[in-house]
């Protein structure tokens, strides 16, 4: 399974952003983002799992301001990002994996792919 993140830049407090992720290779039953900002661990964001019906869960401090969703037939999930702040600065991470996920620990997300740098300024 490949993933290719996309869409991260910069932006300025308060703004938004939409974060893609395409997965191609194999069939999935969940998606997520993680973070990393600079000296600090990676971040559980958020992820979205599809067996008899989409269930998400995310991190408290992004709960109201950020969204996934996906579009099977084109093999995409999205991250909308509104009211960014700067401590949101970080490179996004999209992971999926074959069976239903909904953990917030790296360990247990067996695809990864590359990450895109979303920058907020204040």
């Known amino acids: 399974v490949q993933l290719q993140a996309s869409g991260g830049g910069l932006v300025q407090a308060g703004g938004s952003l939409r974060l893609s992720c395409a997965a191609s290779g194999g069939t999935l039953s969940s998606m997520g983002w993680f973070r990393q900002a600079p000296g600090k661990e990676r971040e559980f964001v958020g992820v979205i799992s599809w067996s008899g019906g989409d269930i998400t869960n995310y991190l408290d401090s992004v709960k109201g301001r950020f969204t996934i969703s996906r579009d099977n037939a084109k093999n995409m999930m999205y991250l909308q990002m509104n009211s960014l702040k700067p401590e949101d600065t970080a490179v996004y991470y999209c992971?999926?994996?074959?069976?239903?996920?909904?953990?917030?620990?790296?360990?247990?997300?067996?695809?990864w792919g590359q990450g895109t740098l979303v920058t907020v300024s204040s």
């Open positions: 992971v999926a994996d074959r069976w239903v996920r909904l953990s917030s620990s790296p360990d247990y997300w067996r695809y």
